[in-house]
C-alpha cells in the first residue's frame, strides 16, 4: 500500500530552525513531484513548497520564501523542507504529498502529517 510518512517535527522557538522529511514506502518517490502543505487550527490547508518531478522546479509560499527550503536527495527517497527563522505563525501540522505536478489537484498521495509548534 502506498504510503507517504513525514518526520521531524516537534516544538521551538521563535528564529529556531526544524528540519522536515517525507518518506513513501509502495512508491517511488523520485518520480512524483513531492509538495508540502500546512493546515493550522481553525485555517484552511495552504501550500508551502513544492519541488518537481525533476528536481529542476521548486515552489515557496510567499510568507516562506528566504526561510525554507525544499531538496531531495541524491536517491530521490527523501524530500525535505529546511525550515529556518521559524514564527508564531508557522504553527501547524505539516503534510507532504505527491504527484505528478506541483499542483494541488494534482497529488495523489498524501501523509498523515507532522506537528510544527513554534512557542517560547
Known amino acids: 500500500q502506498e504510503q507517504l510518512v513525514e518526520r521531524g517535527g516537534g516544538l521551538v522557538q521563535p528564529g529556531g530552525s526544524l528540519r522536515l522529511s517525507c518518506t513513501a514506502s509502495?512508491?517511488?518517490?523520485?518520480?512524483?513531484?513531492v509538495g508540502w502543505f500546512r493546515q493550522a487550527p481553525g485555517k484552511e490547508r495552504e501550500g508551502v513548497s513544492c519541488i518537481s518531478a525533476d528536481d529542476r522546479q521548486t515552489l515557496y509560499a510567499d510568507s516562506v520564501k528566504g526561510r525554507f527550503t525544499i531538496s531531495r536527495d541524491d536517491t530521490g527517497d527523501t524530500v525535505y523542507l529546511q525550515l529556518n527563522s521559524l514564527k508564531s505563525e508557522d504553527t501547524a501540522v505539516y503534510f507532504c504529498?505527491?504527484?505528478?505536478?506541483?499542483?494541488?489537484?494534482?497529488?495523489?498521495?498524501w501523509g498523515q502529517g507532522t506537528q510544527v509548534a513554534v512557542s517560547s
Open positions: 504529498a505527491a504527484g505528478s505536478h506541483c499542483v494541488v489537484d494534482s497529488m495523489i498521495y
Open positions: 509502495g512508491l517511488t518517490l523520485g518520480v512524483y513531484a
